[in-house]
């Protein structure tokens, strides 16, 4: 699984979420380093890092700005899901470590 130059967006978020279908997220990829940045909706600026496994699952910490002006961390873990037409799904698994550390489930799909 390679995510080097893929776009994703939101296609389900938890209410607790910030992001939402109008954040992109543009990932770069060396080795099993998995990189991204994000922006839009309710996300002024953000930045995820993350370790891929042989079969793409991804360990990863995030991090970014929201238009309240407040910082924002936390972990997800994401797995793959080929789509019919060759596309990627990520089923996401997240908690945040900033805030009240709720947690939450989400959905992005490559563009």
Partial sequence: MNY???NFRSIAN????????DTLFHYEQTGKIVTAS????GIVQGHLIA???E???L????????VQGELQTGTCQSVPEILPDGRIRLHETWRWTSGDG???SSMVEEC
């Fill in 102 to 104: 709720s947690s939450g």
């Fill in 38 to 41: 994000y922006s839009g909706g």
């Fill in 51 to 53: 370790l891929a496994d």
């Fill in 59 to 66: 360990a990863m910490r995030y991090h970014h700005v929201n």
């Fill in 55 to 57: 079969q793409g699952c």
């Fill in 4 to 6: 080097h130059g893929k």
């Fill in 14 to 21: 938890s209410p607790n979420g910030e992001v939402s279908g």
